[in-house]
């Protein structure tokens, strides 16, 4: 399923770069780092250099936080501190900057249920 992020309370970024991005299948690196696949710049370091990846498991995207400062996902107090299913609409909070998933197709369906294909696994 294609996945694109979209920076919500910014309407340009100082470095030129887009405000959106599509995540190649092969999944996206990103930070205000030179070499991310989306540079986020930010003068007041709160974007760490290799903030945060994407990364594509079969027909489901992760977030993972890579960052000193820490990702919040949709207004959470505290910190991601483990993989993420991203689902349409999530929005999660990097440095000044808010992001949110868009999702093309069924993906933004329900999780199947514990022990079903594609579920989580049973305990």
């Known amino acids: 399923m294609p996945l694109r992020l979209q920076i919500e309370n910014f309407l340009t970024l100082e470095n030129g770069e887009a405000i959106s991005v599509a995540v190649p299948e092969t999944g996206l690196t990103v930070g205000r780092g030179a070499g991310m696949g989306w540079v986020l ?51 999660f909070q990097v440095g000044p900057y808010i992001v949110v998933a868009l999702i093309e197709g069924p993906a933004d369906l329900p999780e199947p249920p514990p022990g079903w294909p594609g579920g989580p696994p049973l305990d």
């Open 41 to 91: 710049p930010d003068a007041s370091l709160h974007v760490s250099a290799h903030h945060f990846d994407v990364l594509g498991h079969g027909e489901t995207w992760i977030l993972q936080d890579r960052s000193t400062n820490g990702t919040y996902l949709q207004g959470e107090r505290q910190r991601l501190d483990h993989p993420h299913r991203l689902r349409h609409g999530d929005r």
